[in-house]
């Protein structure tokens, strides 16, 4: 019929229909014919390898003749696509090798035109005409690129590439834009980016913009709670991105308060035992008042690096491992230290401990003491490697 079209959506999730009518695939929608027809609608009327199809979709598994299961899983869609809503047609070719998703009707792919877009960003050279295009590609990106497939290696490398493609646009947009001073684009357009890849550095231009746009409660608001996170899980660990934060942070401000006032917003919330936790640039800030007032004598101090260890004494490599282990380290310096000691995620398996007012004989005791509960609540295995890295005279 005239003016309809075939639709894939496939950022952020799977959809396909045929004008009003949609292409289900039913319980087959992680099925490999249904992966075939997703992966030739990458590039919709394009030719593809057959064996590099064959690879992408077959390639991970214990397939004895790749080329025999390819061909079954074409029947299979040739199949489907007969009783679909799709108008009668040829819509499989195959031929030299050669394999495409063709046909007569009009066809469209959000990935396809998000690649033509990136192509026509980077052959533009007029500065607005590229700023429209970037905006265009950030309304098309929806997510992931099929996250219920997310396990499979073909989507894996096919969602870093477009997730490329994103980011890139994404920040000459933003770039872009704050020469312009239009902080309210960006804030919409970083908001989207927060929403689809949270704590990988874009609320840094959101907090921005709000601050900017005088909304400072939800820039507060926003800045404490990736700080939360920072602190919790780890991030913004580049130097660049550190000072980012930071400089963020500075400009914070508070509307015109009592003392009162102040003192609650200073003061910590419900204050627990053990260790205080802080985020990494917080913790750098009492380290450098530290090192400042031991120049004026009266004040010892030592910083350790806990490093978490695997079941062979090695430094832990696994981020998930890291990630429950850290849960566990945690503890220890919240039941086992005073409440005058610091400590903060550097890495996923590294820790740095800042105790205060301690003698320089009883330092080693600290990673001992350490180390052990650690192991209690690991069962009596792992461990932790505790290193001094200063006492006040080191660095």
Same mark, same amino acid.
């Given at each position: ?161 477009? &997730? #490329? ?9 933003? +770039?872009?834009?704050? %020469?312009? *001073?239009?902080?309210? @684009? ?29 909304? &400072? #409660? ?9 700080? +939360?996170?920072?602190? %919790?899980? *780890?991030?913004?660990? @580049? ?157």
């Amino acid at each position: 019929m005239e003016g309809k079209k075939l639709t894939v959506k496939m950022l952020g999730g799977f959809s396909a229909c045929y004008g009003e009518e949609v292409l289900t695939f039913g319980r087959h929608r992680e099925s490999k014919f249904c992966q075939l027809f997703q992966l030739l609608m990458t590039r919709p009327g394009q030719e593809f390898g057959k064996m590099d199809v064959a690879e992408s979709l077959y390639g991970r598994e214990e397939v004895e003749n790749l080329n025999a299961s390819l061909n079954n899983t074409i029947f299979r869609l040739r199949r489907y696509l007969e009783d679909s809503p799709l108008p009668t047609g040829r819509y499989l070719v195959l031929g030299g090798g050669r394999i495409s998703l063709v046909g007569e009707i009009e066809t469209e792919s959000d990935v396809w035109n998000l690649e033509e877009l990136f192509r026509e960003f980077e052959q533009e050279r007029e500065g607005q005409r590229k700023v429209e295009l970037c905006k265009k590609a950030c309304d098309l990106y929806q997510g992931e690129f099929l996250p219920q497939l997310s396990n499979e290696q073909w989507v894996i490398e096919r969602s870093r590439h477009y &997730q #490329k493609l994103y980011f890139g646009m994404l920040r000459y947009l933003l +770039s872009s834009l704050k %020469e312009e *001073g239009d902080y309210r @684009s960006i804030e919409k357009v970083a908001a989207q980016a927060v929403s689809l890849y949270p704590y990988e550095g874009w609320e840094i231009w959101q907090i921005d913009s709000l601050i900017a746009l005088g909304r &400072q #409660k939800e820039a507060q608001k926003l800045y404490q709670k990736t700080a +939360s996170y920072v602190q %919790e899980i *780890g991030g913004f660990l @580049s130097k660049k991105q550190q000072a980012q934060f930071r400089r963020i942070g500075g400009r914070m401000q508070q509307p015109e308060g009592t003392g009162e006032d102040i003192g609650r917003c200073l003061m910590e919330n419900g204050a627990g035992q053990g260790a205080y936790a802080c985020t990494l640039p917080g913790f750098s800030d009492c380290f450098r008042m530290l090192k400042r007032i031991v120049k004026r004598g009266g004040v010892q101090f030592c910083l350790l690096l806990c490093t978490i260890l695997d079941n062979n004494g090695h430094p832990a490599s696994s981020r998930e491992y890291c990630r429950k282990q850290g849960e566990k380290l945690r503890a220890t310096f919240q039941t086992h230290l005073r409440q005058g000691d610091i400590y903060t995620k550097y890495s996923e398996g590294q820790y740095l401990l800042l105790c205060v007012g301690v003698e320089r004989e009883n330092i080693p005791d600290i990673g001992m003491r350490i180390d052990m509960d650690y192991r209690k609540r690991c069962g009596g295995r792992s461990g932790i490697n505790c290193r001094l890295l200063d006492d006040g005279e080191i660095w």
